[in-house]
């Protein structure tokens, strides 16, 4: 029987790229967005939808945060709500923030699509974050839809003008995040449309990501070098290009191999070299054998991408679709 006290809505802290060792809260069902990017690590959205809901319990999942940052405090630098989806979609995400202020004064940031701040009830809910990171991949509706796949209510404008309004209120950290992909944002016209939007809402910083895991489409490629320079050009000195995690995963609390390899593929799809630094407190073999258990019981499987293979959630689902 497994321990009735593992975690369910909490992970970590992983090493972020960006945040240094970062506890994340995940309030939602797994792949339930208002997008279905291209890109996504995590593959294709399994319940789309642009309705806010009580997917969980607050209380629930109140009470885990509590116990990890009991046994996990020194080695947190920030707590990071960011979904399996949209974060934004939590409907008591205000009440999330406000509980998590009057626990610990460990920062906090919040990772998000930035498409519901259009909502004046949503801009209110998460002012009080230090750090917010929307991304914004292509600034018209057409690249829009093709790169993000967004809700059939969702406008580009809008979610531009909302960002803009929110951060003219925001007393904190406003990062915007670009995912690069070749042949669709990486080129002169979707670039300086970037920046005028860029321009509108202020950020204190832009950064430029790339995706350097399985995309949810198999033909999704990074940009180039001459890419990234390009978009470090047009985009201004605020630019800053966001490189590969450092760090081992914490797996406080957690004991069984193929429980840990879970939590952390749910998130993070690996190579198997990955893993086995992650997890270095098992045995490579032990690793090895732990991965071929989950993949004969179906809790695990194996993506190729970029020449490499990667171990992922079995939940994930990855497509072919043509550009």
């Keep these: 029987m497994k321990d009735k006290k593992e975690f369910r809505f909490v992970y970590g802290p992983v090493p972020s790229r960006r945040l240094g060792r970062s506890l994340g809260i995940d309030p939602l069902p797994f792949k339930t967005c208002n997008y279905n990017c291209i890109y996504c690590q995590l593959g294709h959205t ?32 920030f707590i990071t709500i ?10 008591r995400l205000g009440e999330l923030i406000r509980s998590i202020r009057d626990i610990t004064d460990k920062p906090l940031a919040l990772i998000t699509n930035g498409s ?20 914004l991949d292509a600034a018209n509706q057409e690249l829009f839809k093709r790169i993000n796949r967004p809700h059939k209510d969702l406008r580009i404008d ?20 670009v995912m690069l992909l070749d042949g669709l944002n990486d080129t002169e016209k979707p670039l300086l449309e970037l920046r005028d939007a860029i321009e509108l809402i202020r950020p204190q910083k832009v950064q430029i990501n790339l995706p350097i895991r399985p995309p949810a489409e198999e033909w999704v490629k990074p940009a180039s070098s001459e890419g990234v320079m390009r978009a470090k050009a047009i985009l201004g000195r605020a630019v800053e290009l966001i490189g590969p995690q450092i760090g ?59 020449g490499m293979t990667f171990w992922t959630y079995v939940k994930s689902r990855y497509g072919r679709k043509s550009r």
């Design 46 to 77: 399994r319940t789309m939808t642009n309705e806010r809901s009580e997917f969980f319990p607050l209380n629930e999942i109140m009470d885990e945060v509590k116990r990890a940052i009991t046994l996990k405090s020194q080695n947190i630098d």
């Design 82 to 91: 960011v979904g399996s989806g949209e974060p934004l979609l939590y409907s």
């Design 116 to 135: 519901l701040l259009y909502r004046d009830d949503v801009r209110d809910e998460v002012l009080d974050v230090d750090v917010i990171i929307p991304s």
């Design 158 to 177: 809008r979610i531009i003008e909302g960002m803009a309004e929110f951060r003219r209120r925001f007393k904190g950290q406003m990062w915007i995040e």
């Design 248 to 306: 081992d995963f914490d797996l406080t609390g957690v004991s069984d191999i193929t429980d840990a390899i879970v939590e952390i593929i749910k998130r993070h799809p690996m190579n198997e070299k990955e893993l086995i630094k992650t997890l270095k407190k098992f045995a490579p073999m032990d690793v090895r054998n732990a991965l071929e258990k989950l993949e004969r019981e179906g809790r695990a499987r194996k993506i190729e991408y970029s």
